[in-house]
């Protein structure tokens, strides 16, 4: 069963928009990982952080997490239409054994 | 450098037929896995392993079988194929393991069993 459901399914926005999506957990993990697939694709690696972190950056994406609410977001900063694609995010709980268990993701569409 | 290498790319079975979904990585990674990507249903792991010999269940294991002689490959075999196995199936491996886990996935299989 997934352990993490993002918020909402489905994003429309502007080019040059700021895009905010969410994931929330159910258990108590080791990290947050946020991937991108593009239509067609396997999915990319954009940004872990892991759960003695509150926030991280890279480029135009800043990840947040929050630990006592189970929750994290992701945020898409001057948004392109090149940022169209499938978000999801992905947890490793604690004790896990190895298992990176995803959400059923964010559709992000981005109008030029 | 090739990262993740899935054949075929696409794949039609009948019912009850066998066959073996091929995923190669070139990165030297210990740990590999199969996820299946349903609609609505977001991707859900099948089976993963932490090297070499080594071969665990995931989530979705029935129907399915995997082993692990090489670091480089680890292949996906449909033993009976039915309709409900009719998914895209993504191989991915990581350097590393636990807390270090972070995928590279290859662009996937798409099955369809009639």
């Known amino acids: 069963s997934q352990q993490g459901e993002e918020d909402p399914q489905a994003l429309s926005i502007q080019e040059g928009e700021n895009a905010t999506m969410n994931c929330s957990y159910k258990?108590?993990?080791?990290?947050l990982q946020w991937y991108r697939q593009n239509s067609g694709r396997g999915l990319v690696h954009l940004i872990l952080i892991r759960s003695n972190e509150r926030e991280k950056h890279s480029g135009r994406l800043r990840v947040t997490l929050d630990t006592s609410k189970k929750s994290s977001s992701l945020l898409i900063t001057a948004s392109r239409a090149a940022d169209t694609a499938s978000y999801f995010c992905?947890?490793?709980?604690?004790?896990?054994?190895?298992?990176?268990?995803f959400g059923k993701g964010i559709t992000l569409s981005v109008r030029p | 450098n090739a990262g993740v290498t899935q054949t075929p790319k696409f794949q039609v079975l009948k019912t009850g037929q066998s066959m073996t979904l091929q995923c190669a990585q070139d990165?030297?990674?210990?740990?590999m896995s199969w996820y299946r990507q349903d609609p609505g249903m977001g991707l859900r792991l099948i089976h993963y392993?932490?090297?070499?010999?080594?071969?665990d269940q995931g989530e979705v294991p029935n129907g399915y079988n995997v082993s692990r002689s090489t670091t480089e490959d680890f292949p996906l075999r449909l033993l009976s194929a039915a309709p409900s196995q009719t998914s895209v199936y993504f191989c991915a491996s990581s350097y590393g393991t636990g807390n270090f886990l972070s995928l590279h996935f290859g662009n996937g299989t798409r099955l369809t069993v009639t």
């Open positions: 990165m030297n990674h210990e740990y």
């Open positions: 392993s932490v090297g070499a010999g080594i071969t």
């Open positions: 992905a947890t490793v709980p604690t004790g896990a054994n190895s298992k990176l268990t």
């Open positions: 258990t108590s993990i080791n990290n």
